[in-house]
C-alpha cells in the first residue's frame, strides 16, 4: 500500500523558505515517481514539480523555476521541496503524489495515482 505523509508547511513571510516533507517507503520510492502538486482557494491543483522514478528527471511548473528545488533521499525515504523567495501566490494546500507503479518515463507531473493529505503553506506578511 502507498502511503505518503507531508509535513513541513506553515506561515511564512514573502521572501522566505519553507522546506517540504514526504514521508513515504522504500517499496513507494523504488517503484514509483513522486511529484509536488498544489492547490490554491478556488483554483485547480497544479503540478508544481516532480522527480522521475529512474533517471530522476525533474520537472518544474514556469512558476516556480528557479525558486523550488525537488529532491529525494533514499536512505531516509523521503522526498523533500525546498521553497525558496516564496510569494503570495505560492499560497496553497501541498500535495504529495505518486505515480505508477513502475513509471518509466519523465514525469511532468500528469497527475498522480495516490496522494498524501497535504500541509498548508501560506506566504503572508
Known amino acids: 500500500q502507498v502511503q505518503l505523509v507531508e509535513s513541513g508547511g506553515g506561515l511564512v513571510q514573502p521572501g522566505g523558505s519553507l522546506r517540504l516533507s514526504c514521508a513515504t517507503s522504500a517499496s513507494t520510492l523504488a517503484n514509483y515517481a513522486i511529484g509536488w502538486f498544489r492547490q490554491a482557494p478556488g483554483k485547480e491543483r497544479e503540478g508544481v514539480s516532480c522527480i522521475s522514478r529512474v533517471n530522476e528527471f525533474t520537472y518544474y511548473a514556469n512558476s516556480v523555476k528557479g525558486r523550488f528545488t525537488i529532491s529525494r533521499d533514499k536512505a531516509k525515504n523521503m522526498v523533500y521541496l525546498q521553497m525558496n523567495s516564496l510569494k503570495p501566490e505560492d499560497t496553497a494546500v501541498y500535495y504529495c503524489?505518486?505515480?505508477?507503479?513502475?513509471?518509466?518515463?519523465?514525469?511532468?507531473?500528469?497527475?498522480?495515482?495516490?496522494w498524501g493529505k497535504g500541509t498548508l503553506v501560506t506566504v503572508s506578511s
Open positions: 503524489a505518486a505515480r505508477g507503479p513502475f513509471y518509466s518515463g519523465n514525469y511532468y507531473c500528469a497527475g498522480g495515482d495516490y
